[in-house]
């Protein structure tokens, strides 16, 4: 019968601790080093803070003999004046200095017989000093410091200071002695004491003397504040404690690991049976690539036996021979320790189908930590490969409709558009070669339009009969046809030798319909025999819709753009027509408005306008005396003199042909010229009064050009004027009547015409 006590994996045996030498003496060493090591760490951090103290001290004392010189220097300065013509002077300065240094208890003149003459900021008699004394007592923190001042070789006295040691030394105490506290003595006495001095600890203190007078025994003493050694002190215990702690769990773990092990074993044989059961492959290779381990629904996914796998190679039994080497780095990586914690594999199984398996990975190691293998568990992941599989190409399907679409809107040449239409269904459907056929409604055939993929120019010259053979047939009947192997005579179709020389086999044609309106056929050929397949159907009808649609917008937007083209020039003809009108009204003006337009046209082109804006500056030019037709014959051919009257009236005329245009919408660009030709560049001109840049550029250089055309025309009351006359005029109203850049552009063209 068992012991009760031994069913208790975990029950504490002492026997088993005395068999087990070795945990014994690895327990003593613990407690060693739990007590050795705090105890040094706490003389270490003695040391340390003696050098603290030694550091703070010597601080301290440089610190105060740097602040007493920069006094020194400070009270010195009185010595550089004449205390007998500068006295107002020299107590301002005095009295500055015990005000900006609070360490100086005061300051004093003495003259040659030691009577002090000033002091700040005592006041009160008069007091006689002994010849033989050298400082004065003001209290036993005080330093006193004589100064002799000298004018020329001459001695007057002296300037006499006294500075508080203890406001001297009481600054660097928060800067230096954080954590200390100190004492300072002159001759043996102390002068000054910290606020946190108490009893010191005398192994740890720090003397240094202070170099201020030569006479004047002055040391500082440093100590560390109880609480500082107190740290120390606790810091140890803390140590003590944590190391005594930890080897406890160190003994423990020792202890417990023994125990463990034992348990170890007997759940490595718990988890075989698991996986044995679990819905996951599991296998188990050694550095070699041999499997030592599969479990039973490893068998079941692949359908080999555990007798035909165990021993042989993992990568020559599971992987395609294309593959193998890739899966054989794979495995030497292993016995390098750079094993991926996660891969997916494909293996082939028995009947030869290929199933994803998505593994998670462990290198196994031996007891000394060597690498003698690695394990992986695995989970088929095939159906889920397969549906991404489906989705990407849904994705890459609408990704190709959307690229279709945006080559559609862009509105290119309908050639542009269906090269890019058939070089993405190429791509997606894994064609080598595409066309599409256009419906031709005056020869009733369809006619090669575009095509992609072909070796030879032969598709090009394809015109086929509506109706006729598999093509014809297929736009006659608005319906999809397909082919299997193109080479078969009974097939019906009519461009073998084209098929033959191209290495065709398989062929789909599918009609192009908008509106049930036949505008073609789309064309799809394979050179390898393919598997029918409802996605690859889907996809060529919804392309050939779009093609249809393209087609359709290509060929309203043809037509759109012909009646536009006709309507302008409807319009260019209409405004030429009534160019020529009123030239043929005033026969002395006859096809002066051409030659002004053209003139004007070459001006605004170099001076930078667009080709928009010059189709609106000629029809203005054409146009720009068409407010004329508003003034009255006997005024505007009239041979006399024309009066204020007249002059009001024809003044009218470009107002006239503002009212006459604006109403025209297409017109209204135009009006710059036609209103305001007559402006000038002094705002002299009508019938605005406008000036400079308000005028616009197409207006200011019209008007150079036509007065430029008008001086040399003939009138009936004057001949026209020579060439040279009439520019020398234009240079003279140059700034006044037109712009100077406008004159110096035109200037520049009738130089080059000439």
Same mark, same amino acid.
Request: charged share 25%.
């Given at each position: ?40 760490? @706490?003389?270490? !951090? *003695? =040391? $340390?803070? %003696?050098?603290?103290?030694? #550091?703070?001290?010597? &601080? /301290? ?69 002994? @010849?033989?004394? !050298? *400082? =004065? $007592?003001? %209290?036993?923190?005080?330093? #006193?410091?004589?100064? &002799? /001042? ?605």
């Amino acid at each position: 019968m068992r012991n009760k006590q031994s069913d208790k994996p975990f029950s504490f045996n002492l026997h088993y601790l005395t068999k087990d030498a070795f945990l014994i003496i690895l327990v003593c060493l613990f407690l060693f080093l739990s007590i050795f090591i705090p105890v040094t760490q @706490k003389l270490q !951090n *003695t =040391v $340390q803070l %003696g050098l603290k103290t030694e #550091t703070a001290a010597i &601080s /301290v004392v440089r610190a105060a003999e740097i602040r007493y010189q920069a006094l020194s220097s400070s009270i010195n300065r009185l010595t550089y004046l004449d205390y007998s013509s500068e006295r107002t002077l020299w107590l301002g300065d005095a009295q500055f200095l015990n005000t900006s240094f609070k360490e100086i208890a005061f300051l004093a003149w003495v003259d040659q017989n030691f009577f002090i003459k000033d002091i700040v900021p005592i006041e009160g008699n008069e007091i006689r000093l002994h @010849k033989n004394a !050298n *400082t =004065v $007592q003001v %209290g036993k923190s005080s330093i #006193t410091q004589w100064f &002799s /001042v000298l004018k020329g070789n001459a001695f007057q006295g002296f300037v006499l200071s006294s500075i508080n040691f203890a406001k001297l030394i009481q600054p660097f105490e928060d800067t230096y002695l954080e954590g200390f506290m100190i004492q300072a003595k002159k001759n043996g006495e102390v002068i000054y004491n910290s606020s946190n001095w108490e009893e010191p600890n005398i192994k740890l203190m720090a003397t240094q003397r202070l170099s201020l007078q030569k006479n004047a025994d002055i040391s500082v003493t440093c100590s560390p504040t109880k609480a500082s050694i107190q740290a120390i002190q606790n810091i140890f215990y803390g140590e003590i404690a944590i190391a005594l702690m930890l080897s406890l769990l160190a003994s423990l773990t020792v202890f417990f690991a023994q125990k463990f092990y034992s348990l170890s074993k007997m759940n490595e044989s718990r988890y075989r049976n698991l996986l044995d059961d679990a819905n996951l492959l599991a296998i188990i290779l050694n550095t070699k690539g041999e499997i030592t381990y599969c479990n039973d629904f490893f068998l079941s996914a692949t359908g080999w036996s555990r007798d035909a796998i165990l021993g042989t190679d993992f990568c020559q039994r599971f992987f395609a021979s294309d593959t193998r080497q890739e899966h054989q780095r794979f495995l030497e990586s292993v016995t390098q320790g750079e094993i991926p914690n996660q891969t997916e594999l494909s293996l082939i199984t028995y009947s030869g189908e290929t199933r994803w398996i998505h593994c998670n990975n462990t290198l196994q190691r031996d007891e000394k930590g060597n690498i003698i293998g690695f394990s992986a568990l695995g989970e088929d992941i095939t159906e889920q490969k397969k549906s991404a599989e489906s989705l990407s190409k849904q994705y890459e399907f609408l990704k190709t409709l959307f690229h279709i679409d945006q080559a559609i809107t862009a509105r290119d040449h309908i050639s542009k558009t269906l090269g890019y239409i058939l070089d993405q269904i190429n791509l997606q459907l894994g064609a080598d070669a595409s066309s599409v056929l256009l419906f031709n409604a005056d020869t009733q055939s369809l006619e090669y339009a575009e095509g992609k993929g072909f070796k030879s120019l032969e598709i090009q010259r394809t015109c086929i009969p509506l109706g006729v053979g598999l093509v014809g047939k297929a736009a006659l009947e608005k319906t999809a046809n397909s082919i299997c192997n193109l080479q078969d005579p009974k097939t019906g179709y009519s461009r073998k030798e084209m098929a033959m020389a191209e290495g065709f086999n398989w062929y789909h044609v599918e009609p192009l319909l908008v509106k049930d309106k036949v505008n073609g056929v789309l064309e799809v050929f394979f050179k390898e025999n393919i598997k029918p397949d409802d996605n690859r159907y889907s996809l060529i009808k919804t392309i050939a819709q779009q093609i249809a649609i393209a087609i359709d917008n290509s060929t309203l937007f043809t037509d759109l753009e012909k009646s536009n083209q006709k309507l302008i020039m409807s319009y260019e003809s209409t405004i030429e027509g009534w160019s020529r009108a009123l030239d043929l009204r005033d026969k002395d003006t006859e096809n002066h408005s051409f030659r002004v337009t053209e003139m004007t046209m070459r001006l605004c082109g170099l001076s930078g306008m667009s080709k928009d804006e010059l189709i609106n500056v000629r029809r203005g030019a054409l146009l720009h005396d068409i407010g004329k037709m508003g003034i009255p014959d006997s005024i505007l051919f009239k041979k006399e003199k024309l009066s204020d009257s007249d002059w009001e009236a024809i003044r009218k005329h470009p107002q006239f042909a503002y009212d006459l245009l604006y109403p025209i919408e297409y017109l209204r660009p135009a009006l710059d010229i036609p209103y305001c030709h007559h402006e000038k560049w002094d705002g002299s001109g009508y019938p605005r009064g406008l000036k400079e840049k308000e005028i616009p550029l197409a207006a200011r250089l019209f008007a150079v050009v036509d007065v430029w055309d008008a001086l040399l025309s003939d009138r009936p009351y004057r001949k026209g004027w020579p060439r040279a006359k009439v520019v020398e005029e234009i240079k003279r109203l140059s700034g006044s009547h037109f712009d100077p850049e406008a004159v110096k552009l035109f200037i520049s063209v009738i130089d080059e015409m000439e």
